[in-house]
């Protein structure tokens, strides 16, 4: 009879170890009955990859940049797109294996600072192998050969100098590069006065949308776009990057909204109306959004988010920076140093200080804590936006 202290369970490593090896070994099981019989091909195919959405801040360029790919073969040859391929049926033991196996094929060696998984992607027809297929010359039909391609994306955080640019040969990737997050998503960087007014304009554009005749779906956009563009900038919530171009790419607004099944830009596209921002491949571009909502979320309550974006020891200006790069919006300075190094205790004064990079005293340099990755503050941090 086992007992509430524990007093059956061996009494030591090798003791337990003795119990636990058989499950090492691969048992010799007869093959049941059901499994002779199963036919994969007997339903709807379905095929599994894993993409990985490498973002890095750059805070001498007050940047947050993106490590993208251009794809060698079809569909989407020459575009952008994340590192990333098929799951191996018998290699790969889980996606996330398989995320860091492409990202080493097709971007080169390097460490990873911080990985989540980001989102499961499985819109119908957001690969375009989905519809592959010839036309039988027996019969004169069309003969489906696709499957429907459903991926699995992981947010990676990573130091642009962590990682060699050197893809392997025979990869699908041409290249690797690294490639400003707000080239895609211009409308997210409201720093700058440009990038303002495009914000303003779309989320005009949107409203509009909203109004048009369609079948009483007209209360409920202009809800989301009230939601995710607010009335005005005050109201701006970085955080719903994804829902500002799921809008976008719903009313028509980006080119994804304008390709065939193929992935190929239609004839009509109406060009003028589209917002700037250059497309990725696939839904790659969706995932951008999905992985800058991710990003500004956690950052003010996961502390690992920023030491991975930042580096674990940082000056104060530098780790401002990079929240802004991050956040796409400007920080009160001030405001900003009392909440990550007073109020929260984020970041402690390390006792040393950094380099100096012109004229004046050298500035001190803070640490995270040793153990930053597993930390998770209990209040998040409120970050001192400045008005737009």
Known sequence: ???????????????????????????????????????????????????????????????????????????????????????????????????????????????????????????????????????????????????????????????????????????????????????????????????RRLARHLAAQLRLWAALPDGGEGEGRAQRVRRAWGGSLALWNEELANERYALLLEAGLVEEAWRDRWGQLRADVPRPVLAPGVALAFDHRRMMADALSRVRSKMRYVPGVLAALAGRVVTLPILQRVVEAAGGRPLHASNFRRAVAGSHGLVQPSGQQAERGGPGPRPALYAFPADVEYARLESSIRLPWTAP
């Open 1 to 195: 009879m086992s007992t509430s202290d524990g007093d059956d369970l061996p009494a030591d490593r090798e003791a337990l170890r003795r119990a636990l090896a058989p499950l090492a070994e691969a048992p010799k099981t007869r093959t049941p009955a059901w499994a002779l019989s199963y036919r994969a091909g007997d339903y709807p195919p379905w095929a599994y990859t894993a993409d990985a959405v490498g973002l890095a801040a750059n805070a001498r360029a007050g940047d947050l940049r993106a490590l993208l790919i251009e794809r060698g073969g079809e569909p989407f040859a020459g575009c952008a797109a994340w590192p990333g391929g098929f799951v191996e049926q018998r290699t790969d033991r889980t996606g996330r294996d398989a995320a860091h196996r492409e990202l080493r094929e097709e971007v080169g060696p390097g460490t990873v600072r911080y990985l989540e998984t980001l989102d499961t992607y499985d819109d119908a027809g957001r690969d375009p192998r989905q519809f592959a297929g010839a036309i039988d010359p027996a019969t004169g039909r069309w003969t489906e050969r696709g499957a429907r391609v459903v991926s699995k994306a992981f947010l990676a955080l990573l130091g642009e100098d962590d990682i060699a640019l050197a893809p392997e040969p025979g990869q699908d990737a041409v290249r690797a590069q690294w490639a400003s997050v707000y080239a895609y998503l211009p409308w997210e960087d409201l720093r700058e006065e440009p990038g």
